[in-house]
């Protein structure tokens, strides 16, 4: 008996300094067709990340913010890039890094029951690659293989609809 009044406070203990990625894989993608400003006040309303800086590079304003909560500074996201169209349409794409390898394995699962469909599973000298679409997106989940970090890259599709 006195050996479970032991490990309780323990597990209790335990438990609360246990550590969950800040943002969700569906919220990701929500977030991944907004401008600059949508971004910022999305993930402000959310609460867990906070804007870094912003710079301009090659021409993109380019935004990056990062988390604020138990381990702060080990997730990131970048927004900023697109593609313009011809027809004037602008192809946004957005950048979850993670230092934390779990968060990356968290977003593989979450992309698998979001219904994106596997395009392609490989390795190169470096990452563990994993290539997921559907119509609107297309995400690319690179995890290291030394399990030191990861990224999750959404950029949108140009969809095709017939008028």
Do not use: C, H
């Not at 912003?54 to 990056?64: F, L, R, T, W």
């Not at 990062?66 to 702060?72: A, L, M, S």
């Not at 190169?124 to 997106?137: C, K, M, Q, R």
């Amino acid at each position: 008996m006195k050996k479970y009044l032991f490990l309780l406070p323990m597990l209790l203990l335990g438990s609360t300094a246990m550590y969950a990625q800040s943002i969700k894989f569906s919220e990701l993608v929500s977030i991944a067709g907004l401008s600059n400003d949508g971004v910022y006040a999305s993930l402000k309303q959310n609460g867990n990340f906070k804007q870094d800086y912003a710079e301009q590079v090659d021409g993109y304003p380019m935004e990056y913010f990062k988390n604020t909560g138990v381990k702060p500074n080990s997730e990131r996201i970048t927004s900023g890039f697109y593609t313009k169209l011809y027809n004037g349409t602008v192809l946004r794409t957005l950048d979850y890094t993670s230092t934390d390898v779990q968060n990356i394995i968290n977003m593989i699962g979450q992309a698998k029951r979001y219904g994106l469909e596997m395009q392609f599973r490989g390795v190169d000298e470096t990452n563990n690659i994993y290539l997921y679409s559907n119509s609107f997106y297309q995400v690319s989940i690179y995890m290291r293989r030394d399990q030191t970090s990861g990224l999750v890259e959404i950029k949108q599709k140009e969809y095709l609809s017939l008028e």
